[in-house]
């Protein structure tokens, strides 16, 4: 335990970029495996009930990784939970109790874990599952090696109104072209050759 100073408010540590005033869903990478494909089988991704926990990770030379950005941060955090944080204390060391169990439930594989950002405990946590290696963003390419996705609450909102927006835009750009046989000519075969498929479009094509 630290000395119980006046604790910095949630509001600063939002301020500061300590904190993060939104939710994010910890939701599973879906794959069909090799014997089970049904995602309705109890044995799809996890077994029903198994768990998973992480802990903060270590760098080539066994020493945990720093999760914070700096001392100030760490600081902030420290005074927040009147613990220490600093993750080379040889002894008592929080790091080596704190982590996130993952349970393989419904909520986990249709809504997702939230963690909220503004809450310094669920903050930590999200900074140990991002350094797990085993979790990425939601945009990012997935390997064989990762499990979970980290994922803002309006990141579906958000990617359907994306969606919607490129839609328009590719509506408009036929109205300009479809009436002309010389523009949709020139588009089809750049578009053919972006696929590998380096032919001329003949100009008597319909």
């Known amino acids: 335990m630290i000395e119980d100073k006046q604790r910095p408010t949630i ?3 939002i301020k500061l970029g300590f904190l993060e005033d939104k939710t994010v869903f910890l939701k599973p990478i879906f794959r069909d495996g090799k014997m089970i494909k049904d995602k309705n089988h109890q044995g799809y991704f996890m ?3 198994a768990s998973k926990t992480y802990v903060l990770n270590t760098n080539a030379y066994g020493e945990l990784i720093d999760p914070f950005k700096n001392e100030q941060e760490r600081k902030f955090f420290e005074s927040m939970l009147s613990l220490d944080l600093n993750p080379r204390l040889r002894a008592d060391n929080f790091w080596h109790k704190f982590g996130v169990r ?5 909520n986990l ?3 997702g874990i939230p963690f909220k950002l503004n809450n310094p405990e669920d903050n930590l946590r999200v900074r140990i599952l991002k350094l797990s290696g085993e979790v990425i963003g939601p945009e990012d390419d997935a390997t ?3 499990k979970f996705r980290l994922i803002d609450e309006d990141y579906t909102e958000k990617q359907a109104s994306k969606d919607t927006d490129q839609l328009e835009v590719i509506w408009t750009f036929f109205g ?3 009436d ?10 750049i578009y053919l050759a ?3 498929l380096a032919k001329i479009v003949p100009k008597d094509s319909s």
């Open 109 to 111: 594989m249709e809504r």
């Open 176 to 178: 300009e072209i479809k």
């Open 144 to 146: 064989l090696h990762h």
């Open 47 to 49: 077994w029903e009930g």
């Open 102 to 106: 993952i349970i393989k439930d419904v």
């Open 180 to 189: 002309s046989d010389e523009k949709m000519n020139d588009f089809l075969s």
């Open 11 to 13: 509001e600063e540590g």
């Open 194 to 196: 972006t696929k590998g």
